[in-house]
């Protein structure tokens, strides 16, 4: 499966931006997507993922209420999208933003980014004045 991220860009804080990542190739119903952030010198971390079927959403406490994940499937091309809608930004947002998918991921372990194999190109936020 083939990902590409994009929305990324510079924001004040406050602000908002919307992420998108485009899913194509051979994807299944039980499919997980998912998003992770990167900081400079820190590690990568869990932001939000979505089950494909049956649209369950998992937020990380760090964005509940101001980050939604969300997800679109097109019978046209046939490309699963999964969005990041980010609102009231934080300079601590500020971060190289993946998204992931992965089959047959459990619950426990769908904030694990090590159990994500497939993994898009990465977009840059940064929330600064």
């Known amino acids: 499966v083939q990902l590409q991220a994009s929305g990324g860009g510079l924001v004040q804080p406050g602000g908002s931006l919307r992420l998108s990542c485009a899913a194509s190739?051979?994807?299944?119903?039980?499919?997980?997507m998912g998003w992770f952030r990167q900081a400079p010198g820190k590690e990568r971390e869990f932001v939000a993922a979505?089950?494909?079927?049956?649209?369950?959403?998992?937020?990380?406490?760090s964005v509940k209420g101001r980050f939604t994940i969300s997800r679109e499937n097109s019978r046209e091309n046939a490309k699963k999208t999964v969005y990041l809608q980010m609102n009231s930004l934080k300079p601590e947002d500020t971060a190289v933003y993946y998204c992931a998918a992965q089959s047959g991921v459990i619950l426990s372990s769908i904030s694990r980014h090590d159990q994500y194999k497939n993994w898009g190109q990465g977009t840059l936020v940064t929330v600064s004045s």
């Open positions: 190739g051979r994807t299944s119903s039980n499919y997980v």
């Open positions: 979505i089950r494909w079927s049956g649209g369950s959403t998992y937020h990380a406490a």
